[in-house]
């Protein structure tokens, strides 16, 4: 039997585990945490740094792996197109192209240079440098390290005692010590995931997203994207002469973009399967197993067969986080949501200890399905409220 690495075992790597088994595969999970959920759906574990390239190319070797497949984290996305390139395998971007969508100075670069909707941003190396270009600079600013994912590191800064702040908070949080800091866009967050086969997207998936525990942590989404219609051109158009820019091969292609005034500004880019359990909710909304889709394309097993499928319904998902500490007793669901719950993850199990809630411990993701956009966007921006953690 084949032998897939996938290079971490989250509960956000569960689909991915599972869909290698169905296309089968024996399946080897490897990361730093050994408790992690998904390991115990995996054939074997083997316990390295996902994020250390070098690592994971010396355990490939070790396995005599014959696949590989990123994590749903970009130091995972990264660390495959190393490994995929240094063994020759297939399924996966040059090494250097992964680089440059997945580290967001690189990234920047490429798409100011290309004439790509972004943000415009400065890069600097060190908080010093970045105070010497105060003085031309208008506020409000983002500041957010080049190599972290999740939120993690980033301000927004109104001030300039909290740009001092920031730019500091930003370098120290940066494994290479880079930072951008990038012009303020008012308006609402979506994603759009795309998969693309010969240089062609040939499928898309559109949400709303929302940070309801964290400023710049997504915890709650539902689609379609509100104004899909007025920015889906641009974003497929954009999205297409990326992928004939860098040549990409086939497979997942996301973009995070922000909606500002009828325009779809992009701000970040990966080719790696989102987090929280995304494939569910574009399972359910056109039929597709997106996480088997996922990893065909990187395991090199093709992928022009992909099939004729649409978004359709209002279709979500929630995480639900212990925002205390205690002893972990389910999930409280009230009676207005109850109807909208269609599946559910339970990370946490009865009587877990939450003695670390400062963390945004995740105990559950929900997956709902709505009557209606306006149901959809109403509920999704009060789901704290709706579902919450209940304690022993």
């Known amino acids: 039997m084949k032998k897939l690495l996938v290079l971490n075992g989250s509960h956000s790597d569960v689909p991915l585990i599972e869909a290698g088994k169905r296309l089968g595969?024996?399946?080897?999970?490897?990361?730093?945490?050994?408790?992690?959920?998904?390991?115990?759906?995996?054939?074997?574990?083997?316990?390295?740094?996902?994020?250390?390239?070098?690592a994971m190319l010396e355990l490939a070797r070790?396995?005599?792996?014959?696949?590989?497949?990123?994590?749903?984290?970009?130091?995972?996305?990264?660390?495959?197109?190393?490994?995929?390139?240094?063994?020759?395998?297939?399924?996966?971007?040059?090494?250097?192209?992964?680089?440059?969508?997945?580290?967001?100075?690189?990234?920047?670069?490429?798409?100011?240079?290309?004439?790509?909707?972004?943000?415009?941003?400065?890069?600097?190396?060190?908080?010093?440098?970045?105070?010497?270009?105060?003085?031309?600079?208008?506020?409000?600013?983002?500041?957010?390290?080049?190599?972290?994912?999740?939120?993690?590191?980033?301000?927004?800064?109104?001030?300039?005692?909290?740009?001092?702040?920031?730019?500091?908070?930003?370098?120290?949080?940066?494994?290479i010590g880079r930072f951008l800091v990038e012009r303020f866009v008012r308006g609402t967050y979506h994603s759009f995931s795309t998969f693309v086969v010969d240089r062609k997207i040939v499928f898309t998936f559109s949400d709303n997203e929302y940070s309801l525990n964290s400023p710049f942590l997504v915890s709650t989404s539902g689609g379609p994207a509100t104004a899909i219609d007025t920015?889906?051109?641009?974003?497929?158009?954009?999205?297409e002469?990326?992928?004939?820019?860098?040549?990409?091969?086939?497979?997942?292609?996301h973009i995070q973009y922000i909606l500002a005034d009828g325009k779809a500004w992009i701000i970040e880019i990966t080719r790696r399967c989102s987090g929280d359990f995304y494939p569910t909710p574009v399972r359910y909304s056109s039929g597709l197993d997106w996480a088997v889709w996922i990893v065909r394309a990187e395991t090199g097993l093709g992928c022009r067969d992909f099939p004729p499928a649409r978004q359709t319904g209002f279709f979500g998902r929630h995480c639900v986080f212990a925002r205390k500490d205690g002893v972990f007793a389910g999930?409280?669901?009230?009676?207005?949501?109850?109807?909208?719950?269609?599946?559910?993850?339970?990370?946490?199990?009865?009587?877990?200890?939450?003695?670390?809630?400062?963390?945004?411990?995740?105990?559950?993701?929900?997956f709902l399905e709505y009557g209606s956009a306006d149901e959809m966007i109403r509920k999704s921006a009060r789901m704290n409220d709706l579902a919450s953690v209940r304690y022993g």
Request: charged share 25%.
């Open 62 to 175: 070790a396995l005599r792996i014959d696949a590989v497949c990123a994590c749903a984290n970009d130091f995972g996305a990264i660390s495959a197109a190393y490994v995929a390139e240094e063994l020759g395998l297939p399924g996966h971007d040059p090494y250097a192209t992964a680089l440059v969508l997945h580290h967001k100075h690189r990234f920047k670069e490429f798409a100011l240079a290309n004439g790509i909707s972004t943000p415009p941003a400065l890069q600097y190396a060190s908080p010093d440098e970045a105070c010497g270009a105060l003085q031309g600079l208008e506020f409000p600013l983002i500041v957010k390290p080049v190599d972290l994912t999740g939120g993690k590191g980033v301000s927004t800064v109104n001030t300039v005692e909290e740009y001092k702040r920031a730019i500091n908070h930003a370098f120290t949080s940066s494994r």
């Open 25 to 54: 595969f024996r399946v080897l999970t490897t990361g730093n945490d050994p408790a992690l959920v998904g390991h115990g759906y995996a054939d074997e574990y083997h316990p390295a740094d996902f994020s250390d390239k070098d």
């Open 331 to 366: 999930i409280r669901i009230v009676p207005e949501l109850h109807g909208n719950v269609i599946d559910r993850f339970e990370v946490m199990r009865d009587g877990d200890l939450i003695d670390d809630s400062r963390t945004s411990r995740l105990a559950a993701v929900l």
């Open 231 to 239: 920015v889906r051109g641009q974003l497929v158009a954009e999205s």
């Open 241 to 253: 002469r990326i992928i004939r820019l860098l040549n990409l091969v086939d497979g997942i292609f």
